[in-house]
């Protein structure tokens, strides 16, 4: 496995620190398992800013202050040269757009990733499970439907609740949020979706992996995508 010439990954993580150190896990076991990586200089190069940005998953006042942070971040972040730029927070791709005037190098989107993975398995409905912020930005609605793909949102009440489990989880929390979490999610269940999509970093840490319909876990998502940006250029 020929490592010269291959660009760092730069991933924006932080938001929270649990999803983000999950990430970096995630990616060392992937590059194990698909992409061949045994000898240490086999691994990627990645490189993760943990942004200290303020709580913004329910609270969209904040998004501002938080895009002025994460816009600096990709601004020093250029000067390493990275091959591609990651969020490893769904919430934070509603600043997608403004972080993209800020460099030349490729932004990996969740949700259109999540979007090309459940065209590929056949998926025609999803039941969204995300923050409130999210959901009401439309980032995950517009990809999927962009693909013929039906999102089923949970209920009006259950949307504030996410935002509560996903606060709880950064928090350290994480026993009374996978109960609270399960019950949204078989709400979902009941409407009949084809599959789950985990769209916050933060739900794969709790939601149970043996769980009775199939799920898009966005975490594992997006570090496949990287590297696969990293070992094949793709």
């Known amino acids: ?4 010439n291959r660009q760092p ?25 698909e992409f061949g990586a045994v000898e240490n200089h086999q ?12 709580e913004f998953f329910s609270n ?4 501002e202050e938080a895009t002025f942070m994460l816009k600096d971040r990709v601004r020093k972040l250029n000067y390493l040269l990275p091959g591609c730029f990651g969020l490893a927070c769904n919430t934070a791709h509603t600043t ?13 989107s969740i949700a259109s ?30 990809e999927f439907l962009d693909k013929k793909i039906e999102v089923v949102l949970p209920d009006n009440g259950y949307i504030e609740e996410l935002g509560e489990i996903i606060g709880q989880i950064v928090g350290g ?3 009374q949020p996978k109960a ?7 709400s979902l269940k009941k409407k009949k979706v084809d599959v789950l999509v985990l769209g916050c970093t933060e739900l794969p840490l709790v939601f149970p992996k043996n769980y009775s319909l199939s799920v898009l876990n966005t975490l594992e998502i997006l570090g496949r995508a990287l590297l696969t940006r990293y070992y094949k250029g793709e």
């Open 1 to 4: 496995m020929n490592m010269l």
């Open 9 to 33: 990954i730069a991933i924006l993580g932080g938001m929270g620190p649990d999803a983000s150190a999950r990430l970096y896990q995630l990616m060392i076991e992937l590059s194990r398992s």
């Open 43 to 54: 691994y990627p190069e990645i490189v993760i800013d943990s942004v200290p940005v303020p």
């Open 60 to 63: 969209a006042q904040k998004a």
């Open 96 to 108: 997608l757009v403004d972080l993209e005037q800020e460099t030349s190098v490729l932004f990996i």
């Open 113 to 142: 990733e999540a979007a090309k993975e459940a065209v590929k398995k056949g998926y025609r409905k999803v039941g969204l499970l995300a923050s409130p912020t999210t959901i009401f930005s439309g980032v995950y609605q517009t």
């Open 173 to 175: 929390e994480f026993k």
């Open 180 to 186: 609270r979490l399960l019950k949204i999610a078989d």
